[in-house]
């Protein structure tokens, strides 16, 4: 339904009528990538209470799938939003919805990021911390100061639409055809080919297009590994090193080549420790 590809993962979602409502929450935005991390029942998505909330967006169920870890659920995607009310001590910046999704939709339509993953904790306490550090940014919804809680369904609700929004949004009375999210294009002018007279931008190579973010996690654990092989870690007082290189490496959106370099980089730190140091 979306030309960026966008998904939104529920971790460890508890009520099976708050699956139903987010699926009708999306459809009407125009997404059907949801994804539930361990969900409390494992039938959540055939259960009564999900498929009567879910209203119209049944087929949005349907479609959704249960996976054990939230590496699977973020397989192929590239970009990461967390959503949290507090922000969290070295973690990635918090920033409202509406002005970073309006900042980060030229990105993601040029196909720079890879897909788009908006991440939403238990309904009791919210995103954990390690989940929230896996994040580019942690979005935070502005709420009234006495009370900002929220629903689950009607937090996704408010971020769909927002995104939905930076993307373009649909016009007024549901007229159907194209998306102003549609394709995207270059200025350049060429024959008047495609594109209403403009060139369409090239898909980038396999070994530049942003590494996803199990990709990303993996490297960062093999580096661990070397930084602990060569004694610039120590694992019982690891402080917030990695979270820290996490972060880091987050902002530098590397490329699938340039993960092969670090993994690279990291696999000679641990052969030259194993052959001790000169």
Known sequence: MSAVPTRF???????????????????????????????????????PEAVDRASGATDVLARARVVATLDEALDGMGYLCATAMTPRDFGPPTAAPREHLAA?????????????????????????NADVYRCHVCLRIPTAPAYGSLNLAAAVQLIAYEWRQALGGFEMGGRTGERR??????????????????????????????????????MLAHWEEALIAVGFLDPAAPKKLMPRLRQLFLRAAPTMAEIHILRGVARAMIEAARGGRR
């Not at 980060?104 to 954990?128: D, I, Q, T, W």
């Not at 369409?200 to 996803?212: F, G, I, K, L, Y």
Request: charged fraction near 25%; proline fraction near 8%; include cysteine.
């Open 181 to 218: 999210d549609g394709e995207v294009c270059t200025g350049e002018v060429r024959d008047g080919a495609g594109c209403n007279g403009r060139i369409r931008r090239r898909a980038p190579s396999a070994a530049d297009a942003p590494a996803d973010a199990p990709t990303v996690s993996a």
């Open 104 to 128: 980060l939709a030229p990105r993601a339509r040029s196909g720079a990021l890879g897909g788009v993953a908006f991440l939403f904790g238990p309904e009791r306490y919210g995103m954990a």
């Open 9 to 47: 993962v529920l971790i460890e979602p508890s009520h099976a009528g708050n699956v139903g409502a987010v699926a009708r929450a999306l459809k009407v935005m125009g997404f059907d990538d949801l994804v539930l991390v361990r969900p409390r029942w494992p039938d959540v998505l055939q259960r």
